[in-house]
């Protein structure tokens, strides 16, 4: 990629923008074209204010809305000079967000289409741009398809960087005309967003099929920590006692809420029930041994449980 001409992006006050979105792109591409790093005082849908991250650097931009109803920007201030030495310009990082990174790649595959994926990505790595992504793939010794795994770059970053290191792995069947299993693990954000990390699609919910799965998401986290939630799948169970070992895991609450309304019901099956034995006054008791917060609540939840049915409990 040729940043040069990315050098004239910002021509100075009165400068107009489609809306806030090509106002944001375009400070992107000059900061990568400047090597320098800015930070946002307001940054909103009518009203953008930047200003270098260098303290004390005069560089700063304002850019407005031209009206109440309008999405088009217009520059209200721009200085454009620079004042750090060149050890700050240096420690400069573009790892930024995918929505701002994006439109580069789209133009790098649309202006190359003759170039290489790996000749894009190193493209990409001499404008500092890490968009690291994790395939793998396996056949069969007859080269019959059997499992593939990605992990984008950025969801990669994201997690470790942005994310709590609690990840939430499931599986759902795929349906005509390939088949198969789909198995995903997903983190919240710090905006309690989802936020994927990995797919794969496998032949089925198997104990190599898991186990497969999760020694790659081992190898993509393996600088942190991390606790994974799951229903009590078997398949599920083996393969993360296999590759993580049996602590710090838990079990999703929606999933043993559930199996725990089925066994409800098989117990009481034929039976009259009361309002003190119906199953909202079972799942309550459940609710209470779920958020008990220390070992005395949950001795106690678990005792009243015992003395409402010792076969639920």
């Given amino acids: ?40 005082k307001k940054n909103n849908m009518k009203k953008v204010i930047a200003k270098c991250k260098v303290e004390g650097c005069p560089w700063n931009i304002a850019a407005h809305s031209i009206g109440k109803h309008s999405d088009f920007l217009r520059v209200t201030r721009f200085n454009s000079e620079h004042i ?37 990505r190193r493209d990409l790595y001499k404008e500092e741009i890490d968009v690291t992504t994790v395939v793998k793939w396996e ?17 990669i970053l994201g997690f470790l960087e942005g994310c709590r290191h609690i990840l939430y792995i499931d599986g759902c069947f795929l349906s ?49 920590e991390i606790i994974l939630v799951f229903d009590r799948h078997n398949a599920i169970i083996r393969a993360m006692q296999a590759i993580f070992g049996g602590e710090r895991h838990a079990y999703c609450y929606c999933h043993v809420k559930e199996n725990f309304s089925t066994e409800y019901v098989k117990i009481n099956r034929g039976q009259r029930r009361t309002s003190g034995n119906s199953k909202e006054a079972a799942l309550k008791l459940l609710d209470a041994v779920a958020y008990a917060r220390h070992e005395e609540k949950f001795n106690i939840a678990m005792g009243n449980l015992r003395l409402f049915s010792p076969q639920l409990a």
Wanted: proline share 2%; charged share 25%; aromatic share 16%.
């Fill in 1 to 40: 990629m040729n940043s040069m001409k990315w050098k004239d992006l910002f021509e100075g006050k009165g400068q107009m923008f489609t809306d806030v979105v090509a106002f944001r792109q375009t400070l992107y591409r000059y900061g990568i074209r400047q090597k320098f790093s800015y930070k946002f």
């Fill in 84 to 120: 750090h030495n060149a050890k700050e310009k240096l420690i400069v990082s573009y790892r930024e967000r995918v929505d701002l990174s994006s439109p580069i790649i789209a133009d790098a595959l649309r202006s190359t289409i003759d170039k290489s994926t790996n000749e894009i």
């Fill in 139 to 155: 056949a069969s010794d007859s080269n019959r398809f059997e499992r593939l795994l990605i992990a984008y770059g950025y969801y």
């Fill in 176 to 224: 005509y005309p390939y088949k198969g299993t789909l198995l995903a693990t997903s983190a919240y954000d710090t905006d309690n967003d989802l936020f994927p990390l990995a797919y794969a699609i496998v032949s089925g919910e198997t104990f190599e099929d898991w186990s497969w799965f999760l020694r790659n998401v081992e190898d993509i986290t393996r600088s942190v």
